[in-house]
Each structure stands twice: as C-alpha cells, then as structure tokens.
C-alpha cells in the first residue's frame, strides 16, 4: 500500500472537498496520513481567501519542498496556477478547488501507477459513505458551490465560480448515510445558505420523478427527521429567513443561526455591496427572537475597510449593543488580489485595522458573557466532543464546534462521544460554560 500525505486549509467547505480526496485516494489502496509524515508525496487543498490564508497555504508548500517531497497542490489558491508555478517551478500539478479525479491522477502518476480512466465523483449516498475528517459524531453537509453574489472584499465568486446547488434527493441520501454511520449532527454549509436551488429554479433539474420545490426549506424538512441535530450556517438576513425561524420554533432544526452580516453601517455595506442593511436586520432579530426566546446567532464582521470612518465603527458597536449576538468573529480588511474594494480610497493602516478588531472583540466580550448568563442555572442537552486534560467537554444546541463556546461537564460517567447528556449550568466565563452531569438523555435516534 502507498502512503500519501495529505494537508487541509481552510474552511469547511474546504474540508469537505479534502474528505471526497481522501475517501477517493483510500478507495485507491492509498494509506492517507499528515502532513508531518515522511512520504514522497504531499497534497495541500490550499486556500486563498484572503492574504493571511495564502501566506498559511504557502507555508505548507515550502515545508513539503524542504522535505524534498513531491507536491500536490489543489483548492481555492490553485486557481491562481501561473502565479503557484511562478514561485514554485517544480510543483507536479496545480488544480483548483473540488477536482477530486485529476487530484488522484496526479498522486497516482507520481507514484508510478497507472492513471486508467478514474471517476470519483461522490453523490447521494456514496457522498455520506465518505471519510471524514471531523470526529465521527457530527458532519458538514455541504448544499452548494459558488456564489452569485458580488461582495466587493470578496474573490470566492472567482475561486468557486456561481452558485451550484446539489439535488435535494443527493443531500437526503448523503444525509441518511452519513447518520447510518453514526453522525448525530448535520451543519449545513454553503457560500450563501438562503439561496439554495435559485440556480435551478428551485426545481428538480435531474430527470427524477420529484415534483416538490427544492428550496432550503424544503431541504431542511426533509433532513430535520434524519438527524438529532440540524445546523444552519451562512444564512443571509432575507425575509424569507422567516420560514427556518417557524422551524426552529417548532424544534425541527436547532435554534441557530450563522449570519454574516460584515457591518452596520450603511455607507460601509453600500461600498461592500452587500444585500441587507443594519435597520432591517435589526428588526428581524427582535421578530426571531419574539418567536424563538432561545435563539443563537453569531456574525461575522470586517473592520478597517477602506473608508472606514471611527463613526461606522461606532455604528458597528451600537448594532452590536442592540442586536445582542451570541457569538462574534472580526476579521480586519485584506487586500487580497481581486477583490474589488481594493481600488476605492481612504485605505486603513494595519495598525489601526487590528486596535479596531481589538474594540469590537472587547466589547463584545461583555455581551457575549451576558448572552451566556441565561444558561446560569438551568439544565441543557449536550453533545460530547472530546477530553481536555482528563476534562469532558461538549457544546449544546446553541454552539457549533471549532468556533462556539463548549460546555466544561464536572462528574461525567461511561460518556463517548457523540453521546447526548443533562447538564446542570453552574457558571460561565465570555466564551465558555461549566457544569456538572446529570445523566444520559434517553430517547434520541
């Protein structure tokens, strides 16, 4: 058996293109280990969103060229090929993102095996039979590629092309594979969740005798019986969003919402050209919230884009006061080649884009741990992930894994992961809670 290295960046969208390689790679007789293996070829799935991805993903090239290994370089960076093949003039192949077949070619002819006529798109179910490369108890479902929207810090349009969606009757059999296999949680995942099946007019485009509207509500009906937890990522503010809250109501997804909403201010969103503006999402959050008392929802931003004033920074914190999010990540405003925003004016020091990032994670912090003070006190269902220094940790329904909050549980007994148990909220901090078990929740599928 041969052995290949493999390295993932980047998102999870990302990681689910790597998990389709490596699933197609094992079904090749190879032996997939990490990137601090010694093997004679390495496969990097770069990203290039933005410049501090591209510098991550150059770095893994140029340790895999020290170690005299044979470099395999796919994902979002690849598609700027000439300029890989500029800096790197003996990388052996250059694709771009989810190029599954000419990835395994590559790594075959590199380790003189015969390429033959290889085909290993993924879908339906053989897409949920795929090796996965997050813990065995949740998965990302990924809806749809590309994106139609125009963002002008933006360059995924470019890198993914326009927006694709799968079949509704692919992702239902991805979905029933993967909870066969024991995934006890779904995130759905997309550039822009609210859109999916808009490039297909929302119809079956297939051939098969499906006559239902294949939208992201549809969708969400019929994976909601499939697995115990449904998550929701990449959700536009639209005011159809309406529909997922009455779902989330009635407890057929969880009460969370992944938002990117990247500013408040309107000049700043209006030079972003991005498609919602702070007044309205306001009042949508305080709708949601009327309906679903519990609901999570964290955001994205971007600080020091250029012209950014102190005002729309103090616009940013005064929607932050009043939308009372969850959770936040701020990211500051790269200059990544092709994004359009780099040609208007009044560009931001670095300095002063990091001491902004530096306010708004300050001051969320406050608001985030008073979003966590409700939790004080009462008694939440909770995923098992994993053990920190002999300390069982887990999330509940209103945190997803790698960028949420976890849940510290005191007392656990003959808990493994994926496994669903009560825990008594005794305190928090700004990111975290702790508690102590309670038992095992019975009754799950």
């Given amino acids: 058996m041969s052995t290949v290295s493999y390295v993932s960046l980047g998102c999870p969208k990302a990681l689910v293109d790597s998990e389709h390689i490596v699933t197609a790679l094992a079904d090749e007789n190879f032996e997939v280990v990490g990137e601090n293996e010694d093997t004679d070829v390495v496969v990097v799935n770069t990203c290039g969103f933005i410049n501090q991805a591209k510098a991550e993903s150059y770095a893994a090239i140029e340790t895999a060229i020290e170690n005299d290994q044979e470099v395999v370089v796919t994902g979002c960076l690849g598609v700027e090929r000439e300029e890989l093949l500029r800096r790197y003039p003996n990388l052996k192949f250059v694709s771009g993102p989810g190029d599954t077949a000419q990835v395994v070619k590559a790594v075959k002819s590199l380790n003189g095996e015969s390429v033959g006529t290889y085909n290993?798109?993924?879908?339906?179910?053989?897409?949920?039979?795929?090796?996965?490369?997050?813990?065995d108890h949740y998965a990302y479902l990924k809806i749809a590629e590309g994106c139609?929207?125009?963002?002008?810090?933006?360059?995924?349009?470019?890198m993914r092309g326009p927006l694709a969606s799968k079949t509704l009757g692919e992702l239902?059999?991805?979905?029933?594979?993967?909870?066969?296999?024991?995934?006890?949680e779904l995130l759905l995942i997309a550039q822009d969740l609210s859109a999916y099946g808009l490039d297909r007019q929302y119809a079956d485009k297939s051939g098969s005798a499906s006559s239902c509207r294949e939208d992201i509500f549809t969708l969400c009906k019929e994976?909601?019986?499939?697995?115990?937890?449904?998550?929701?990522?990449?959700?536009?503010?639209?005011?159809?969003v309406d529909k997922l809250i009455e779902m989330m109501a009635e407890g057929q997804i969880l009460p969370y919402l992944d938002m990117p909403l990247q500013h408040a201010s309107p000049s700043i969103l209006k030079a972003m050209k991005r498609p919602a503006s702070s007044e309205k999402t306001l009042e949508r959050i305080q709708k949601w919230r009327s309906e679903v008392p519990n609901l999570s929802i964290r955001s994205n931003f971007i600080v020091g884009f250029p012209g950014e004033t102190e005002q729309?920074?103090?616009?940013?914190?005064?929607?932050?006061d009043e939308a009372k999010l969850d959770r936040v990540g701020c990211f500051t405003y790269s200059e990544v080649e092709g994004a359009r925003a780099n040609e208007l004016p009044d560009p931001i020091s670095e300095r002063e884009k990091l001491d902004r990032q530096d306010i708004v994670y300050e001051h969320q912090a406050t608001i985030s741990h008073k979003r966590l003070t409700r939790h004080t006190g009462n008694t939440l269902e909770v995923i098992i992930d994993d053990e920190i220094d002999g300390q069982v940790v887990g999330r509940t329904i209103f945190d997803a894994p790698d960028i949420d909050g976890r849940v510290f549980i005191e007392g656990v007994q003959n808990a493994k992961q994926g496994d669903f148990v009560l825990v008594e909220i005794k305190s928090c901090d700004d990111h975290d809670l702790y508690g102590d078990y309670l038992g095992h929740r019975i009754g799950l599928r």
């Fill in 120 to 135: 290993p798109d993924l879908v339906g179910r053989e897409s949920g039979n795929r090796v996965l490369l997050t813990p």
């Fill in 148 to 158: 139609n929207h125009k963002c002008t810090f933006c360059i995924i349009p470019t």
């Fill in 172 to 184: 239902v059999e991805e979905a029933q594979a993967l909870v066969e296999n024991g995934v006890k």
């Fill in 223 to 240: 994976l909601a019986g499939i697995a115990p937890w449904l998550r929701l990522h990449y959700v536009y503010p639209y005011p159809h």
């Fill in 312 to 320: 729309d920074l103090d616009l940013l914190l005064k929607f932050l």
